[in-house]
Each structure stands twice: as structure tokens, then as C-alpha cells.
């Protein structure tokens, strides 16, 4: 059904999928829109299995009450955390409705994440209620209104007003509904929005992947650069110093394994501040699911892992990259959900919680090997990524000059106009004067005509016509 499984990752970095000039300019729109969850912690979000989770919660199964349909004005959308995806209040307001239907809502309460995945929830929508129906299909009118204004605003500020958009093109980069009916909601549409939902929240994890390694790359790119700009002496002791920093950040204590029972009983003992002797995990469990909703998210995990960041990073510390150490907490977070999300929702219920604590391996000693242990990127990537950053410049120099080129040709245009200005000025006010000089013997030969053509009969032929000229007698 979907033509393209990557291109769901429209709405972040337009680095990532410009595959096409289409995808690059839905990418450019989104990002603009999207610039919010880039923040340190925006980027973690709820699933769309937490939205539909959280509603389940929420709201108490009745049956018989649900066969009542409610009026449209008390149908808000979840007040589920903001997924940070474009589409965000079109997902929200379709799983609003979809779980007000009691037949979908018993199918979601008994169909596993996997199923959900590959599209068997999707098939339910044909046994929702007809006022459900016919409410998705107003939301999916307004969602593809919405698209094509963010195409429109796209294109205006790119300066292609008046050019013919081709509407069907575009909106074929939106993949989390079929845009070749923009009226009514079916399968399709369902489908599409829980596989979009699912791509680009997996995606999350990725693209900020890539963006750290950008940084790292810029960061080594300008100190080279820097390098480069100072004598033989002063390079040799910006080196020293910068091996001296990168030993400096290495040296710290032991870092305890994400997940590990040496992990959890530090954080138990110094940031709860209970003795290690009553250490339990169901309570470590309920203590640290914060918002009370049973479930580990990604943000209660991360939280979990602030006291071994403190190990390596300092913010006053020369040597220590705060960047670096958010990275460090989102490998430590991808680690532990790998070992302990059996289902793959993205969050941990208790009964994972459990089961990976009753495993041999929570009680290992191992350490965790951190990020500087590592490489982010090869010399051949490093390489790759200035020769862009070359490109880039020799794009942005082009496009300077022809700025400037159009500003002066626009100076000289502006320039001839005024000439013409003056020209055509100059020649009003010649016709003026003209006009009022042929103005002024009409009103005198009204006052005093026949005299006045008798007096000049005998010399003046000048203030005659052509036609009278021809009726007097030559003069030598
Ligand atoms: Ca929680
Ligand atoms: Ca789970």
C-alpha cells in the first residue's frame, strides 16, 4: 500500500530524505513547523499505542453507554503528551474518535502491538459506527486542507507564487493517509497512520543519531580549520592541549551498566536516598513511573540514568561536552529498551520490568563502555562531510552574486526610470505650454474675429491657415 517505507521521516531533517525535490520541499515545510521538538527533551515522545493506552486508561469500558453518540462540541482530543509529529492533532483527534466506538475499542483492548503493526486493528474500521465514520471522514478533509496550505505557505516563501502546483504531487509525500481520496476515511487511511506513527517515532532515535554525529563532525572540521590558521609552535601546544582534555574526560569512576541491579541500587540509594538493604524492584518500579501510568516511558528511563552521566559530565568542566552527554543518555536508554520491551511498544510495563530483573544478567558487573570509546564517524566520513560543507559554500557564494548581480540591475533599471521620468516631465510641461499658446488667439479672435483676420491680411500669412494661404495672393 505504501509506496516508500522510509519516506514517513518527512517531518524532521530535511538532510536526511531529500531524495526527491518533492520530499526535500515536504521535509523544508515540516521542519519549519517541527523546529519545537529538537529540544533536549522533546524529542522523546509517547507512541501512538501510548495515546491509544492512555485512553483505554482514562476512560472506563461501558458499552452500553458508548451506543450514545456524543455531541461533536465534547469530543476534545486526548490530552496524551504531544508526539512532535506534523501530524500530531490529526492522529490525536482519529484515535479520539475511533476509541468512543465500543467495537474498536474491544478489538484495541485484545490485538497486540505486532498485529496492530502489520495492519490487522486497520481492517476494524470497517465495523466502526457510522457517526465515527463520518466524523473521520470531516477530520481527513481538513488534514488534506492542511497539507495543501503547507504546501502553498512552502511555495510562497520560496518566492514560486503564480507557478501551477501540482497539488497530487506533493501530497503523495504525506504518507499517513491516501491522498488520492481526500474524502472519506477507509482501511487505507487507518493503516496508513499507524504505520507513518510507528516509521517516524522509531525514526526519532535515528536522526538524532545523525545529528550528533554532524556536530562531532563540525566540531573536529573547525578545529582543524583553526589549527591550520596558527604558526608551528602554537599548533603543537593547541594539540598537547587538546590530548590533555580528551584524557581529562576520559579518567571518571566506574560507569554501572543502563539496567543493571548496581545501576538501579545506586540511583535507589543516592537520588532516592533508601537503604540499599530494602532495595526492592517492584517498588524501584513505582517509585520511578512518575506519572503513575504503570508503564516506564522514555523519559522515567532516562531520568533513571542522570546519576551516572554525573560520573562523566561536568557543564563547568573545559573537557566535558554536555551534546555528548545527551547522546550518552539516549544509547543508555536504547540499550535498556532493547534488553527489556518485549513487546515493542516503547515503554516497560512492570510484568517487563520483572522479568528482566529475574534475569542472571541483572546482576552483572560489567561496566558500560561510553561514547568516547567508541568512534562516531570514519576519516572517510569526516571527508565526505567537509566536501558537502565545500559544496554548500560554493551554493551559498553562487546565490550571493546573483543577488547582488539582481540588485544592480535593479538599481540600473530603477535609475533609466527615473531618466524617463524626468523626460517624459519635461515633455508634459512642453505640451502644456504649447496648449496654453494655442489656447490664447482663439479667445481673442472670438472677441474681435473679423477685424482682427482683415488687419492681417496685408503681411502676416504666418497666423493663417494652410487652407487660407492658398486664397491670398502670393507676396514677394
Ligand atoms: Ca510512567
Ligand atoms: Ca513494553
Not at 470531516?138 to 503547507?150: A, D, G, I, S, Y
Not at 554536555?322 to 520491551?341: A, G, K, P, S, T
Not at 568516547?372 to 571527508?383: C, M, V
Not at 546565490?399 to 519635461?426: F, G, M, P, Y
Request: hydrophobic residues 30%; negative net charge; contains cysteine.
Amino acid at each position: 500500500m505504501r509506496q516508500d517505507s522510509n519516506s514517513g521521516c518527512p517531518e524532521r531533517n530535511s538532510v536526511i530524505c531529500q531524495s526527491t525535490n518533492h520530499k526535500a520541499i515536504v521535509s523544508d515545510v515540516c521542519a519549519s513547523f517541527n523546529s519545537r521538538m529538537w529540544g533536549r527533551n522533546g524529542v522523546l515522545c509517547s507512541f501512538l499505542i501510548l495515546c491509544l493506552w492512555a485512553c483505554l486508561n482514562a476512560v472506563p469500558i461501558d458499552v452500553g453507554k458508548t451506543k450514545v453518540s456524543p455531541p461533536a462540541e465534547e469530543l476534545e482530543p486526548p490530552k496524551s503528551a504531544d508526539t512532535g509529529l506534523h501530524y500530531d492533532r490529526y492522529l490525536r483527534e482519529v484515535v479520539d474518535f475511533l476509541e468512543k466506538d465500543p467495537h474498536f475499542r474491544e478489538k484495541l483492548h485484545n490485538t497486540d502491538m505486532e498485529d496492530i503493526k502489520v495492519g490487522k486493528l486497520a481492517k476494524e474500521l470497517d465495523f466502526v459506527s457510522h457517526h465515527v465514520r463520518t466524523k473521520l471522514d470531516e477530520l481527513k478533509r481538513q488534514e488534506v486542507n492542511r497539507l495543501r496550505t503547507l504546501i502553498k505557505v512552502k511555495q510562497d516563501l520560496d518566492g514560486e507564487r503564480g507557478m501551477t502546483v501540482d497539488h497530487q504531487g506533493l501530497l503523495k509525500q504525506f504518507e499517513h493517509l491516501n491522498h488520492l481520496n481526500p474524502h472519506t476515511f477507509e482501511v487505507d487511511d487507518l493503516d496508513r497512520l499507524i504505520k507513518s506513527a510507528t516509521d517516524d517515532l522509531e525514526n526519532f532515535d535515528k536522526d538524532q543519531h545523525e545529528e550528533f554525529k554532524k556536530y562531532e563532525m563540525m566540531k573536529e572540521h573547525e578545529r582543524r580549520e583553526r589549527l591550520k590558521t596558527l604558526d608551528e609552535e602554537a599548533r603543537k601546544k593547541e594539540e598537547e592541549h587538546y590530548l590533555e582534555m580528551k584524557k581529562k574526560h576520559a579518567e571518571h569512576p566506574k560507569i554501572n551498566h543502563p539496567g543493571s541491579q548496581d545501576q538501579f541500587k545506586e540511583v535507589w540509594e543516592e537520588t532516592d536516598g533508601l537503604d540499599p538493604a530494602d532495595f526492592n524492584t517492584k517498588t524501584f518500579f513505582s517509585l520511578h513511573d512518575t506519572n503513575g501510568d504503570g508503564y516506564l516511558d522514555e523519559q522515567e528511563l532516562e531520568a533513571l540514568f542522570t546519576k551516572e552521566l554525573e560520573k562523566i559530565y561536568d557543564p563547568t568542566q573545559e573537557e566535558d561536552d554536555m551534546v555528548e552527554m545527551e547522546e550518552e543518555r539516549l544509547r543508555m536508554r536504547e540499550h535498556v529498551i532493547n534488553e527489556v520491551d518485549t513487546n515493542k511498544d516503547r515503554l516497560v510495563s512492570l510484568d517487563e520490568f520483572m522479568a528482566a530483573t529475574n534475569k542472571k544478567e541483572f546482576a552483572q558487573q560489567e561496566g558500560w563502555e561510553t561514547l568516547e570509546q567508541n568512534p562516531i564517524y570514519s576519516e572517510d566520513e569526516l571527508r565526505e562531510f567537509e566536501e558537502h560543507l565545500i559544496r554548500e559554500e560554493q551554493d551559498l557564494n553562487q546565490k550571493t552574486n546573483d543577488l547582488v548581480r539582481q540588485r544592480e540591475e535593479l538599481e540600473r533599471h530603477q535609475q533609466e526610470l527615473s531618466a524617463q521620468k524626468i523626460q517624459l516631465q519635461q515633455a508634459v510641461e512642453h505640451m502644456e505650454r504649447l496648449k496654453s499658446q494655442k489656447t490664447e488667439p482663439p479667445v481673442q479672435a472670438k472677441v474681435n474675429a473679423v477685424p482682427s483676420a482683415m488687419e492681417i491680411l496685408p503681411g502676416d500669412s504666418q497666423s493663417l491657415g494652410q487652407g487660407h494661404q492658398q486664397d491670398l495672393p502670393a507676396h514677394s
